[in-house]
């Protein structure tokens, strides 16, 4: 029995995670607060685009051929561009507002076509597939946000409080805990916790921040 929140729900929640760390920057947002925000969004991005890209739209193309799916590879090509672009540029370029903005109009674009076209139509026709594609999506979430942990500390570090940024990184963990076998959570978590810079402020506790520990299956 699999208890994985389905696919198009985590899809949902990627959206809006994005959505709200952008509505944190606006033009005289601090330079070093723009970088993190920038860094948060474009990693949330691209590793969003490519859980689509291996899970979700394959599993769609199975049983749709909706238009709006094969923009979508078009669609995301410009989007890595526009990362590609954010990355190169120091956070007092002049051209970094613009440039955000220009990606967010994809993203909001994307956002719209899924949330109105291609989620609705994977709750319709992949029913019963939903919850087990949410697991793999997890899986391989994981994967992919490992190596990558501490570039994701640093960009949520510059762009949140403390808190904010332990609630959103408790929940991403907790995410990937939901398929890990009980004895392998804490080892998972204390690695994970190793790899990210202090926050000032707050203390380890037996290598695991007190706030994030409340998220563990397993305590
Ligand atoms: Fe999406």
């Known amino acids: 029995m699999n208890f994985s929140p389905s696919i198009t729900k985590m899809i949902r929640m990627d959206h809006a995670h994005v959505m709200a760390t ?11 607060v723009k970088r993190g925000i920038v860094d948060t969004i ?3 991005v691209e590793v969003h685009a490519k859980l689509e890209e291996e899970i979700f739209y394959p599993a769609l193309r199975e049983v749709s051929d909706n238009e709006v799916l094969h923009k979508s590879v078009p669609e995301h090509n410009e989007i890595k561009r526009l990362i590609a672009q954010l990355r190169g540029m ?7 507002d ?17 949330e109105t076209v291609l989620l609705p139509e994977a709750e319709r026709l992949l029913k019963g ?3 087990d594609l949410g697991a793999r999506m997890t899986r391989r979430r994981m994967e992919l946000m490992a190596p990558r942990t ?14 904010t940024m332990l609630v959103a990184l408790g929940a991403l963990i907790a995410g990937g805990l939901l398929l890990a076998k009980r004895g392998e959570v804490k080892g998972y978590v204390k ?5 990210m810079p202090p926050i000032p402020g707050l203390r380890r506790q037996q ?10 299956p397993v305590r």
């Not at 120091?90 to 970094?96: D, F, K, N, R, Y």
């Not at 501490?150 to 808190?163: D, H, V």
């Open 22 to 32: 952008f509505h944190k920057y606006n033009r005289d947002t601090p330079p070093r």
């Open 42 to 44: 474009c990693l949330a």
């Open 90 to 96: 120091e956070s007092t370029h002049p051209a970094l």
């Open 98 to 114: 613009r440039t955000l903005y220009e990606l967010m109009q994809h993203i909001i674009h994307h956002v719209a076509d899924e």
């Open 129 to 131: 597939e939903l919850s």
């Open 150 to 163: 501490p570039e994701l500390a640093s960009g949520m570090a510059r762009a949140m409080s403390g808190g």
């Open 191 to 195: 690695t994970q916790m190793r790899r």
């Open 207 to 216: 290598g695991i921040w007190p706030q994030v520990r409340r998220w563990l």
